[in-house]
């Protein structure tokens, strides 16, 4: 997601990026806000009517960290460290033979 963190959307708008019913993500955010105290949901409605409930990119990614995460980057990450971590063996090997072939002498 590339978009300004203080950028509002409404619940329908979030339902459509993550892919989810709009009913179900209101559902979702209700729990969600409900277990931060209040901190995601804000309701512009009218007092009295139905309210219109509107979310900050900034708040789902408190919440939702993992739809801020591009796919491609975890994965060069891990390959990476998969990388990292052959080099890391063969060295502990060549290391674990160094020293056997000294205490061996």
């Given at each position: ?21 709009r ?7 209700l ?47 891990l ?6 971590t ?14 056997h072939?000294?205490?061996a002498?």
């Amino acid at each position: 997601m590339s978009a300004k963190l203080t950028k509002v959307l409404t619940v329908a708008e979030v339902a459509a990026i993550a892919g989810w019913d709009r009913r179900r993500m209101l559902r979702h955010l209700l729990r969600v806000d409900h277990e931060t105290g209040g901190l995601i949901l804000r309701n512009i409605g009218q007092p009295g009517r139905r309210p219109r409930w509107t979310v900050t990119l900034a708040a789902l990614q408190q919440v939702a960290p993992q739809w801020f995460t591009d796919p491609e980057s975890v994965q060069a990450r891990l390959e990476a460290l998969e990388s990292e971590t052959k080099h890391l063996r063969r060295l502990l090997s060549t290391l674990g033979r160094t020293v056997h072939d000294l205490t061996a002498a």
